[in-house]
């Protein structure tokens, strides 16, 4: 079964850290490009940050650039978004994704995504 499942979500005070992980299952992850996004309440979904199969490609969001760091293990097929001086506004929903296969990877935009996990929740407050 395809499946992706996010997790590493939580709640944690502005300037502290969360490590998401994504995990898929039922198919091998080496050949997708993969992403994660957010969402939140009120907001349409965005690309955080991306990354190519063979990791010589990331795009980032500027409001996470310096402070968020995707890296992927194929090995065990699992990709992560570390997150650092967390702020208030970065409280949302986060998704992985991987790259619609007809597409080429060109940019993080959600519509360019096809399989979406379930999704966890990062609170960042005080």
């Known amino acids: 079964q395809w499946q992706l499942v996010e997790s590493g979500g939580g709640l944690v005070q502005p300037g502290g850290s969360l490590r998401l992980s994504c995990v898929a299952s039922?198919?091998?992850?080496?050949?997708?490009?993969i992403g994660w996004f957010r969402q939140a309440p009120g907001k349409e979904r965005e690309g955080v940050s991306c990354?190519?199969?063979?990791?010589?490609?990331?795009y980032s969001a500027d409001s996470v650039k310096g402070r968020f760091t995707i890296s992927r293990d194929n090995a065990k097929n699992t990709v992560y978004l570390q997150m650092n001086s967390l702020k208030p506004e970065d409280t949302a929903v986060y998704y992985c994704?991987?790259?619609?296969?007809?597409?080429?990877?060109?940019?993080?935009?959600?519509?360019?995504?096809?399989?979406w996990g379930q999704g966890t929740q990062v609170t960042v407050s005080s």
């Open positions: 994704a991987t790259l619609n296969p007809l597409l080429l990877f060109r940019r993080c935009q959600p519509g360019d995504f096809s399989s």
């Open positions: 039922g198919f091998t992850l080496d050949f997708y490009a």
């Open positions: 990354i190519s199969t063979s990791d010589s490609k990331t």
